[in-house]
């Protein structure tokens, strides 16, 4: 079990040109290879060890963010870090024929898992590997922009937030779902849950130990939720609020570009 304790820090350097990668410092032009090679790992077997290690409480996540989207048909909407396409599959069919869901992550293993699930599902969409720190979208395109547990992985946050509010249309509304800071008094508990059944989750299940021990350190590095609410209005949005889920384990953001 690791006493490492949260980070409160607004930025993602340590010392100038690097990042964390869970607890350890590295370059920053070497972070998104090493989260490449943790999702690569982990792509066949996401969606199992996601339901192990929440217990299925993703799936409510995921519906309260849905919901909290409030997408109507017609609408134009962006799924950043999208994985195997869960928001992005729920997206579409609230969007319906006459909308267009965009499902996007800057990993081709996770994306052709996605992709697939979304042709099983009937739901033919466009889909394309993109950093979201350099969005191929023009201003102002999208009604809503997502990214589900993405965020954190991310070398510049602040540099992606700024790009998803850019591609956002006056009136439109980002909702970003992460793990985030859980309450105090189950913070013993959670840490030894983090630090010890995770990792033998991973080793039992996928066969990849290393990689959830990465996932782990990575929530302790994520901002809390009020400094996460600083850096949206930062990126320029407004009527920022965040609602905190399951004693703050994951909390949902959002905020509208005015």
Known sequence: MSDKPYSSAEGDAGQPGTT?????????????RKVAEVFHSVA?????MNDLMSGGMHRAWKAFTVARA????????LDIAGGTGDLAK???RRAGPTGEVWLTDIN??????????MLDAGLLMPAAVCDAEKLPFPDGYFDRVSVAFGLRNMTHKDRALAEMARVLRPGGKLLVLEFSRVAKPL????DWYSFNI???LGRKVANDETSYRYLAESIRMHPDQDTLKGMLEQAGLARVQYFNLTAGVVALHEGLRL
């Not at 410092?25 to 972070?31: G, L, P, S």
């Not at 409030?70 to 909407?77: E, L, N, Y």
């Not at 081709?108 to 699930?117: A, N």
């Open 20 to 32: 964390h990668f869970g607890f350890q410092q590295v370059a920053e032009n070497d972070k998104a």
């Open 44 to 48: 066949s077997r996401y969606d199992v």
């Open 70 to 77: 409030a997408i109507r048909p017609g609408m134009k909407v």
């Open 90 to 92: 729920a997206f579409a």
């Open 108 to 117: 081709d293993s996770m994306l052709r898992v996605g992709r697939d699930r």
């Open 187 to 190: 913070r013993p508990v959670y």
């Open 198 to 200: 995770l990792p033998w």
